[in-house]
């Protein structure tokens, strides 16, 4: 068997580290799409249970206004239903806060913007490394502080999420996103 050349050998470590670092890339790059898509579908559930508990709080006050704007001051049936909405309006919009949708929505929130911005980067560093051919310093460089950033934005992660909703959209970004996706799309 023939000996490998050295120069042949160091060209050939470079492109394995060239299609290495992409390949990592491109596992990032499908996993901050995944999590983008996640934890905006996450947010705009609790925007809704919010919106719907405001709704609902809103119709109660309304409706115990205009029972007490409407019905005669003598029927005392016609008080306590007001009575009753105003009360249950008063409960919702004092216990709802306690729930802490509000900090769970803008959580949430800021988890998508961060993933969203995240891949954005990481489809920046791969589209470069494509175009040059090869890996550079400024490229591992690039990749580095792609690497870096999704582990400062991990750390923020749910600690336990829904798992029927995100094998349902990583299946979608499977989709969107093939194996092959890397050679034919960028």
Same mark, same amino acid.
């Given at each position: 068997?023939?000996?490998? !050349?050295?120069?042949? &050998? #160091? *060209?050939? /470590? =470079?492109?394995?580290?060239?299609?290495?670092?992409?390949?990592?890339? %491109?596992?990032?790059?499908?996993?901050?799409?995944?999590?983008?898509?996640?934890?905006?579908?996450?947010?705009?559930?609790?925007?809704?249970?919010?919106?719907?508990?405001?709704?609902?709080?809103?119709?109660?006050?309304?409706?115990?206004?205009?029972?007490?704007?409407?019905?005669?001051?003598?029927?005392?049936? !016609?008080?306590?239903? &007001? #009575? *009753?909405? /105003? =009360?249950?309006?008063?409960?919702?919009?004092?216990?709802?806060?306690? %729930?802490?949708?509000?900090?769970?929505?803008?959580?949430?929130?800021?988890?998508?913007?961060?993933?969203?911005?995240?891949?954005?980067?990481?489809?920046?560093?791969?589209?470069?490394?494509?175009?040059?051919?090869?890996?550079?310093?400024?490229?591992?460089?690039?990749?580095?502080?792609?690497?870096?950033?999704?582990?400062?934005?991990?750390?923020?992660?749910?600690?336990?999420?829904?798992?029927?909703?995100?094998?349902?959209?990583?299946?979608?970004?499977?989709?969107?996103?093939?194996?092959?996706?890397?050679?034919?799309?960028?």
């Amino acid at each position: 068997m023939d000996a490998i !050349a050295p120069e042949n &050998a #160091a *060209a050939d /470590a =470079g492109q394995d580290q060239y299609y290495e670092e992409l390949k990592r890339l %491109f596992n990032l790059y499908r996993l901050s799409h995944l999590n983008a898509q996640y934890y905006g579908i996450r947010a705009e559930k609790y925007e809704k249970r919010n919106k719907g508990s405001l709704i609902v709080t809103a119709a109660l006050s309304m409706l115990a206004l205009s029972v007490i704007l409407v019905a005669d001051p003598k029927n005392t049936c !016609a008080r306590d239903f &007001a #009575a *009753a909405c /105003a =009360g249950l309006a008063a409960f919702l919009s004092g216990v709802v806060p306690f %729930f802490g949708w509000s900090e769970k929505i803008r959580d949430l929130r800021n988890q998508h913007f961060a993933y969203s911005q995240l891949f954005g980067q990481i489809e920046f560093a791969m589209t470069e490394i494509r175009r040059a051919g090869q890996l550079t310093p400024e490229h591992v460089g690039l990749a580095r502080m792609v690497h870096d950033g999704y582990i400062r934005i991990e750390t923020r992660d749910e600690l336990d999420p829904d798992r029927v909703l995100l094998n349902q959209e990583d299946a979608k970004v499977r989709k969107q996103i093939p194996e092959d996706y890397l050679w034919t799309n960028m």
